[in-house]
């Protein structure tokens, strides 16, 4: 804030050095002689009109003054030019919500259009222009070579300036392309203004001034809905994505990734209500997810909670109006903010907070537009948690929350094809079964035995190699379907397992005893394993296998064993 406030300070000195004695003396060398004051506060007022109310392209303004200003200089001279511009500036600051920002920019843009102009009318009288003079060809040749020269050393010490601040944008652009084709669009617009007010004074005004700033309403309306209709079609094709998405993680992480490139934020972060706190769900910062330790927001706390507590939508421009509301985290650079709440039912679900880098970078429009996004959002990720308890009740076993028989045959079957492609090298196949399970079941009742299921369940999940799938293929018997393991690493695994699960503790509370208290039991089990392309080349066979390697070997040669299968 300090360092800002000297900038505006600097500006300010080489401002009150430049601007007012450079004025006084082009007054007292370049007098304009007899004015018409009513012209020139006309003049005034569509210079600050045309400036205030810009043709947007692409969404960024174009301003066309030089339409007013040229007829101005072309009438009464310089001295007069630079009053109409110095007034129409004030247009382009008032667009600024941020005081300190308005008057730094004023100070800035004011000495650039005070220096455009005097090399702009030093190019006019050397290619021989006249002031007042109504000669056709010498007045266009003059004219142009006044907007050339405006144009060009508009970019150049606009260069210059991008160069002391230390900003990083190219010397030439496309959109300088425009600016020097309109040229040729202003030259012909401020010469029938400037001809119609020698030859019919004040009627020009009205014959050329009013016509102009209606075609410029409607061009910019145009654009306004142009960019609302093309963001209202974006926005329907990411409600498509996001509804074809099957998991909760993929619609939010989906959801984070192309709200951040629609409305071109740096940073996007989704926030989890729950019971009044909020939790950091997603963060997103320059197209990128990260990790970041950012503790619980509860209501009214931070931006977020804020809004929360609110339940409206909040907009900010600048840093300064918002960084005394932040907690715990935000970025040095981030700038203008748009957070809003994500509802389903009345009920917030959400808080989304989108930030840029850039001042001013969200418009109030933008806030319907992310309204319907947030809506295809919840109906998305509602979609999603149905699909997967769907899967989860079609495809998971209920007891253990491990995958169902149904599910491993498919499984193995996919692995097979993957293994007959090519795409991998080996594939086994581990079963277990819990030796004596029904003596347990008889001496400890049913609900112990489901208790140990589930506890040994656990036990087979958390030891599951990656790329494997492990699940309950029915009662007591559980397998894993290993691809890229040869025999050899999944009889060493299978021993490893055993060897865990033969001294894991169970902890049970028995039904069928007088006294219910917490009990001890340790239970062993059995294991075969099989694998292709060693043993076979068909799916439901290497299972098989592996069932007569767990039974055959295992089973009747003393349980608590592996056992391969042999051909």
């Known amino acids: 804030m300090q360092v800002a406030n000297r900038s505006t300070i600097r500006y300010f000195i080489l401002w009150l050095f430049t601007v007012p004695p450079g004025l006084v003396y082009v007054f007292l060398n370049y007098s304009p002689g007899q004015v018409n004051w009513m012209y020139v ?4 007022l569509f210079g600050f009109l045309t400036f205030y109310y810009p043709i947007l392209r692409n969404g960024k303004p174009v301003f066309l003054v030089l339409w007013v200003t040229v007829p101005a200089f072309l009438i009464y001279g310089v001295f ?9 500036i004030f247009a382009v600051i008032l667009s600024f919500p941020s005081k300190r920002s308005m008057i730094q920019r004023f100070f800035i843009n004011s000495m650039l259009f005070f220096v455009l102009s005097i090399i702009a009318a030093g190019g006019f009288y050397i290619a021989g222009g006249e002031i007042g003079s109504i000669d056709f060809w010498p007045v266009i040749i003059a004219v142009l070579c006044y907007q050339f020269i405006h144009t060009v050393f508009n970019d150049v010490l606009l260069y210059l300036y991008t160069m002391y601040e230390k900003l990083k944008l190219p010397f030439f652009s496309k959109d300088q392309l425009v600016d020097y084709a309109l040229i040729f669009v202003v030259l012909p617009l401020s010469l029938t203004f400037y001809y119609l007010l020698q030859f019919i004074g004040a009627g020009a005004f ?36 996001l509804s074809d998405l099957m998991t909760e993680n993929a619609v939010i992480d989906q959801f984070v990734k192309e709200v951040s490139d629609m409305f071109d934020a ?47 939508p909040l907009i900010y421009t600048e840093k300064k109006e918002w960084e005394s509301i932040s907690k715990n985290y935000s970025p040095e650079k981030m700038q203008s903010v748009l957070c809003v709440p994500i509802s389903r039912n009345q009920k917030i679900e959400a808080i989304l907070f989108l930030a840029s880098d850039r001042k001013s970078s969200f418009d109030e429009y933008q806030l319907k537009i992310l309204d ?43 692995e097979m094809d993957r293994l ?23 001496t400890y009742g049913h609900q112990s035995g489901n208790d140990i299921l589930q506890m040994f369940g656990k036990i087979l999940e958390a030891a599951l190699p990656k790329g494997g799938t492990v699940g309950r293929y029915g009662g007591e018997e559980f397998v894993y379907i290993l691809p890229e393991m040869s025999k050899a690493e999944a009889l060493e695994f299978a021993e490893t397992l ?31 394993v099989s694998s292709a392309p060693a043993d076979t080349d068909e799916a439901m066979t290497l299972l098989r296998n592996a069932d007569r390697a767990l039974y055959l070997g295992a089973k009747q040669a003393g349980r608590n064993r592996v056992a391969e299968y042999v051909k």
């Open 41 to 44: 506060a006309t003049f005034m």
């Open 80 to 88: 007069i030019e630079m009053i109409v511009m110095q007034v129409s």
């Open 206 to 241: 009205l014959l050329l001034g009013i016509p102009f700033f209606f075609i410029s309403l409607v061009i910019r309306l145009y654009n306004t809905s142009e960019n609302i209709n093309a963001n209202l079609q974006q926005a329907g094709d990411i409600g498509h994505r």
């Open 266 to 312: 740096e940073y996007t972060y989704l926030f989890d209500h729950q019971d009044g706190w909020l939790e950091l769900l997603r963060s997103y910062e320059h197209e990128q997810f990260i990790n970041i330790d950012f503790s619980l927001l509860s209501v009214g706390q931070g931006i977020a909670g804020v809004v929360l507590e609110q339940n409206k």
């Open 372 to 414: 319907l996004l947030c809506s295809y959002f919840t109906v998305s990720v509602e979609k999603a948690r149905y699909m997967e308890e769907a899967v989860t009740k079609n495809d998971r076993c209920a007891l253990t929350g491990l995958y169902n028989y149904r599910y491993l045959e498919e499984q193995l079957m996919y």
């Open 420 to 442: 007959e492609n090519e795409a991998i090298t080996n594939l086994s196949v581990v079963m277990l079964d819990i030796d004596h399970f029904k003596q347990v079941n008889d």
């Open 498 to 528: 055993r060897i865990a699960i033969g001294g894991y503790e169970f902890s049970i509370v028995p039904d069928l005893v007088e006294e219910k208290h917490p009990l001890i039991v340790n239970i062993t089990s059995s294991i075969g």
